[in-house]
């Protein structure tokens, strides 16, 4: 359905920004509660683990990806590095610049960190139907990939208009 042919009521898009708020709070507050997979990696470093199974990529790649900053992103793959969970290796395609890849122990602690919060959702979403619990999925993925096209729009300018000729009077 085109955006031209649906337009969402106020009332459920306020539920929706309702529900979401609340929900980002809950989640906030939860991650207080989680327990460590590795003692000395902060949960916030966790994104650039997952990101880095996909394959391995630039720090600046990897702070587009996770959604922050060079330096930050920077700051926490030495953190990671220190504790033997990432190594930087010269990159395949420019041999001047470095990429992260996961070591040994990097996919250990992600295999550990995915199969907890796994059964966290599962154990969460127990009274679940599977066709709810699919639906949800889904319907999430959805609302994300919007998000995202949405995020990507707004950081990309508007093009430059170019101008147009004028024509002299006396032609």
């Known amino acids: 359905m085109s955006p031209d042919t649906f337009h969402l009521d106020r009332e459920t898009a306020e539920r929706v920004s309702v529900g ?3 929900l980002m709070k809950l989640l906030q507050a939860m ?11 902060d949960a916030t470093a966790y994104p650039i683990l ?10 600046s790649v ?14 926490q793959v030495s953190t990671l590095e220190g504790h033997g969970l990432v190594d930087k290796v010269s990159d395949p395609a420019d041999g001047r610049a470095q990429v992260v890849q996961l070591s040994e122990e990097g996919t250990r602690l992600l295999a550990g960190i995915t199969q907890q919060r796994t059964e966290w959702f599962r154990e969460l979403m127990g009274e679940w139907t599977p066709e709810e619990a699919s639906d949800f999925a889904g319907y999430l993925e959805r609302f994300g990939a919007d998000l995202e096209r949405q995020r990507k729009n707004l950081s990309t300018p508007p093009p430059t208009p170019t ?9």
Request: net charge positive.
């Open 50 to 59: 997952f990101n880095l199974a996909a394959e391995p990529r630039r720090v």
């Open 20 to 22: 979401l708020i609340r």
């Open 163 to 171: 101008p147009t000729p004028t024509r002299s009077p006396e032609n």
């Open 31 to 41: 991650r207080q509660h989680a327990p460590r997979i590795h003692p000395a990696v």
């Open 62 to 75: 990897l702070a587009e990806v996770v959604h922050s900053d060079v330096s930050t992103v920077s700051r």
